[in-house]
């Protein structure tokens, strides 16, 4: 053996010239403990069904929000194609009833003042859209 070259089991840093086991981050003899990979699949599956579990949860809300604006348009189209002979006042609240032939026809009179096929009643807000009125 060389005069500059360390037995195997000898831990040398050849740059800093020193011995430098005591520094490693990892065992350096056979005595050492074992290095052993984590076992994180137990991590990795909790968070795939939480991640799932909120991916579903915002699908869930936008699907609300999604049908609850088709609803909107629904009403929004039924109202725009009924028969009126009037210009509805944008914050007004009208009444949407059917005639005897069920075409839709708008009306300005409530359902209590009268006994016609009453639909919904709608309110005309600031951006021309109609909110059926729940009641």
């Known amino acids: 053996m060389s005069q500059d070259k360390k037995p195997d089991q000898v831990v040398f840093n050849e740059v800093s010239q020193n ?29 795939i069904y939480k991640a799932n579990k909120q991916i579903q949860a915002k699908y869930l809300e936008l699907k609300a929000e999604y049908d609850k604006m088709m609803q909107e348009l629904e009403y929004n189209n039924l109202v725009y194609s009924a ?17 005897k032939n069920s075409d839709p026809f708008l009306s300005i009179i409530s359902p209590n003042e009268c006994n016609f096929d009453h639909v919904g009643s709608f309110y005309l807000n600031s951006e021309q859209l109609w909110k059926k009125i729940e009641e």
């Open 19 to 47: 011995y430098d086991a005591a520094l490693k981050p990892y065992g350096t003899n056979v005595g050492a403990p074992a290095i052993k990979i984590t076992d994180n699949t137990t991590w990795k599956n909790k968070n």
């Open 83 to 99: 028969r009126y002979s009037f210009e509805p006042i944008i914050g007004d609240t009208y009444h949407l009833y059917r005639d």
